[in-house]
Nanobody, 123 residues
Framework: QVQLVESGGGLVQAGGSLRLSCAAS????????MAWFRQAPGKEREFVAA????????YYADSVKGRFTISRDNAKNMVYLQMNSLKPEDTAVYYC????????????????WGQGTQVTVSS
């Protein structure tokens, strides 16, 4: 069973940057896709970004394209989300997730979840 622990959240002003980290208990080829989702108060959890096992493929929600970058270090069992040019609408709890198989934007297709880290962007 893969365990995921997020870190790196916090309070930042609009236009600032944060780097989220996700530590996995293990990352194997079975955990083919790693992803970040977010959930704002009163809203459904939504897809942010995903990355394939070999990091050869990355996927982003339109709302974060050009501002966020997902990466992974399989040797360290780590996944990262670099967030630049942050906006108040990026405020949410950010979750790391893992699934067996190719990338997906659907919450229900992910097998493992972290507990989340809060990101707050002030205007």
């Amino acid at each position: 069973q893969v365990q995921l622990v997020e870190s790196g959240g916090g309070l930042v002003q609009a236009g600032g940057s944060l780097r989220l980290s996700c530590a996995a208990s293990e990352l194997t080829s079975s955990s083919d896709t790693m992803a970040w989702f977010r959930q704002a108060p009163g809203k459904e959890r939504e897809f942010v970004a995903a990355i394939s096992w070999r990091a050869s493929n990355t996927y982003y929600a339109d709302s974060v394209k050009g501002r966020f970058t997902i990466s992974r270090d399989n040797a360290k069992n780590m996944v990262y989300l670099q967030m630049n040019s942050l906006k108040p609408e990026d405020t949410a709890v950010y979750y790391c997730a893992a699934r067996y198989g190719s990338s997906s934007e659907r919450v229900e297709t992910y097998d493992y979840w972290g507990q989340g880290t809060q990101v707050t962007v002030s205007s």
